[in-house]
């Protein structure tokens, strides 16, 4: 199946399991779809397994959106408390689509909470309440950390105890009919050798001829390319690699340290799952790779690129990427909510060292080229994804291998023949249908979820006035969306959302204390300083307040610092 036809059964509003190859563009046509449902007004709700794949499509952590947190079982009292949570409660009721991404990476007794909180709130007995739900993932990456469950409470748990591994072994998975759209295409590699490869690796059909070709791309230690990232399977072998590199720069190291905000055990949860470091060291020409998404600054997740130098005024690091472009990094946020609070916060400068990262934390990375050790691989699917990173089988070294290295999980292998055969059937049945019918299909679905058919049209036709927009920015506000997650949904900028706020607050349609939940900790307590230099300027205006401070505050803090003044 290609993309195209995937989206055309997307569009139809069936439930939907999204998968392929890596590098099939899976998140494209997620991102295609996201946009045909926004152009017709379907209120979606756009979620991944972890914050990692989270910041990939622009969405948040499906624990965070259902309002299960760091829950991994349920009970019938804990069931009715999250769906009485008014923040929860508008969230899941206003949703028609929910997508899942990564949805290797979840386990299935999550699936099932997940499906159940839907069904209290919707008061609908149908899977999910009966909102077309789209999973997105590949089974042959790496799988979730599966645990014991055990039941705290007096209250019988509502599922099974001793959970399978995978979520399509969830009973709702069957339950929910999914129709498996399996991509075929490939854009991420053109090179037929390491295609080649990959697809043996992922069809357990790994013979001579592939490690022959593997065995080309052997590469002595001394002879690999200096700059390139290089890929280990154990975190310790990381770090010994980018302390060493990092040490031979014969210059001052500067420190950035990550502020957190939270419950201790939620935040180590969080420090295990975000890129960045807790303790970043950098130095001018240190070799470092983007952990966020960005693409308005010129940078995404797995951008490379060198430490050209500090700002004098701020400190903060200037990192010349491959295309030549300088990019000045500042620091970025990782959040989790829970009953429509903040409980964890992250904040760090968008960057790791990049000599060396682990294969998990590869996922979801394209590079050009990459060393890549797998000698001490412990887990199905490691060897798979580090090599289907890279681009081209001549961007490939690799440093050793052991036997588990291009072997994969039994029981993937033969669940993935399943969602190919599944995949064939959907194709075939949807081909019966003509476009006019498709289009009925299509058109019903947008009608079912209160979507509008002619939505662009109007658009054109009769602008949308001022309040109108606002009101809408006040609804997601309302429903507890950070800045970005309204701008996503809203398909504008986050500095016109922004703006929408500060003239909410100007309405009294937005209380100044609400704004607290979105201004970071140390601008926070930095406010009265802040209000004072306003007060002693006597101006209103942003710039004034940026120079006095010198640049020590962004002007985003500072117009959110202004709509604090009372």
């Known amino acids: 199946m290609n993309q195209s036809q995937a989206l055309k059964i997307l569009k139809t509003g069936a439930n939907v399991f999204l998968t392929g190859e890596p590098g099939s563009g899976k998140t494209y046509v997620i991102n295609q779809y996201v946009a045909y449902l926004n152009s017709h007004?379907?209120?979606?709700?756009?979620?991944?397994?972890?914050?990692?794949?989270?910041?990939?499509?622009?969405?948040?952590?499906?624990?965070?959106?259902?309002?299960?947190?760091?829950?991994?079982?349920?009970?019938?009292?804990?069931?009715?408390?999250?769906?009485?949570?008014?923040?929860?409660?508008?969230?899941?009721?206003?949703?028609?689509?929910?997508?899942?991404?990564?949805?290797?990476?979840?386990?299935?007794?999550?699936?099932?909470?997940?499906?159940?909180?839907?069904?209290?709130?919707?008061?609908?007995?149908?899977?999910?309440?009966?909102?077309q739900v789209v999973l997105v993932g590949d089974f042959f990456q790496l799988p979730p950390i599966v645990k014991n469950i055990r039941n705290d409470f007096s209250q019988e748990n509502l599922f099974e105890e001793k959970p399978h591994?995978?979520?399509?072994?969830?009973?709702?998975?069957?339950?929910?009919?999914?129709?498996?759209?399996?991509?075929?295409?490939?854009?991420?590699?053109?090179?037929?050798?390491?295609?080649?490869?990959?697809?043996?690796?992922?069809?357990?059909?790994?013979?001579?001829?592939?490690?022959?070709?593997?065995?080309?791309?052997?590469?002595?230690?001394?002879?690999?390319?200096?700059?390139?990232?290089?890929?280990?399977?154990h975190n310790i072998d990381v770090d010994k690699v980018n302390d060493q590199m990092l040490a031979e720069i014969p210059k001052e190291a500067k420190f950035f340290p990550m502020t957190t905000k939270g419950h201790e055990s939620l935040i180590n949860a969080m420090k295990k799952?975000?890129?960045?470091?807790?303790?970043?060291?950098?130095?001018?020409?240190?070799?470092?790779?983007?952990?966020?998404?960005n693409p308005k600054e010129g940078f995404v997740n797995g951008t490379l690129g060198i430490v050209d130098?500090?700002?004098?005024?701020?400190?903060?690091?200037?990192?010349?990427?491959?295309?030549?472009?300088?990019?000045?990094?500042?620091?970025?946020?990782?959040?989790?909510?829970?009953?429509?609070?903040?409980?964890?916060?992250?904040?760090?400068?968008?960057?790791?060292?990049?000599?060396?990262?682990?294969?998990?934390?590869?996922?979801?990375?394209?590079?050009?080229?990459?060393?890549?050790?797998?000698?001490?691989?412990?887990?199905?699917?490691?060897?798979?994804v580090a090599i289907s990173r890279v681009k081209r089988l001549s961007g490939v070294y690799i440093l050793g291998w052991n036997k588990m290295a291009f072997e994969v999980d039994p029981e993937v292998l033969e669940k993935?023949?399943?969602?190919?055969?599944?995949?064939?059937?959907?194709?075939?049945?949807?081909?019966?249908?003509?476009?006019?019918?498709?289009?009925?299909?299509?058109?019903?679905?947008?009608?079912?979820?209160?979507?509008?058919?002619?939505?662009?049209?109007?658009?054109?036709q009769n602008k949308i006035p001022k309040p109108s927009t606002l009101d809408k920015t006040l609804n997601l506000w309302e429903e507890g969306n950070e800045i970005k997650q309204i701008a996503i949904s809203r398909n504008l900028s986050e500095n016109t959302i922004l703006d929408h706020i500060e003239e909410l607050v100007k309405f009294k349609k937005i209380k100044p204390n609400e704004l607290t939940r979105i201004i970071p900790t140390k601008i926070l307590r930095d406010l009265p300083k802040i209000h004072s230099a306003f007060l002693v300027l006597d101006t209103n205006k942003l710039a004034p307040i940026f120079e006095y401070f010198k640049g020590k505050y962004s002007y985003r803090d500072l117009k959110l610092s202004r709509m604090m003044i009372k």
């Open 41 to 131: 007004a379907i209120k979606t709700a756009v979620t991944a397994s972890t914050g990692i794949a989270a910041t990939h499509i622009g969405g948040m952590t499906i624990h965070s959106w259902s309002g299960i947190g760091i829950k991994n079982s349920l009970n019938n009292a804990e069931l009715q408390n999250i769906a009485a949570i008014d923040y929860v409660k508008k969230r899941v009721e206003s949703a028609k689509v929910l997508i899942i991404d990564e949805i290797s990476m979840l386990p299935p007794q999550t699936l099932q909470m997940i499906d159940l909180i839907c069904r209290e709130i919707k008061k609908n007995p149908q899977p999910f309440g009966n909102m």
């Open 165 to 233: 591994r995978f979520a399509c072994d969830s009973p709702v998975w069957k339950q929910a009919e999914f129709v498996t759209c399996y991509i075929t295409e490939q854009y991420r590699q053109d090179d037929k050798k390491l295609l080649s490869i990959l697809s043996k690796i992922r069809s357990n059909s790994f013979d001579k001829s592939s490690l022959d070709h593997i065995q080309e791309r052997k590469s002595d230690p001394l002879k690999i390319p200096h700059d390139a990232p290089k890929l280990f399977s």
């Open 273 to 293: 799952g975000c890129l960045s470091p807790v303790n970043l060291f950098l130095k001018i020409s240190a070799s470092v790779m983007f952990t966020k998404n």
């Open 309 to 384: 130098g500090f700002k004098t005024d701020t400190g903060l690091p200037i990192v010349k990427i491959r295309n030549g472009r300088k990019i000045t990094v500042s620091p970025a946020e990782w959040i989790v909510e829970e009953d429509g609070k903040i409980k964890g916060r992250l904040s760090q400068i968008p960057l790791r060292l990049a000599w060396a990262i682990t294969v998990h934390k590869s996922q979801g990375i394209s590079l050009d080229e990459a060393v890549i050790d797998l000698s001490k691989v412990f887990e199905y699917g490691q060897g798979y």
């Open 416 to 460: 993935d023949k399943e969602f190919r055969i599944d995949s064939s059937k959907a194709e075939k049945i949807f081909s019966t249908f003509t476009d006019v019918e498709l289009e009925k299909m299509q058109n019903d679905f947008i009608t079912r979820s209160d979507g509008e058919i002619n939505l662009t049209k109007k658009i054109k």
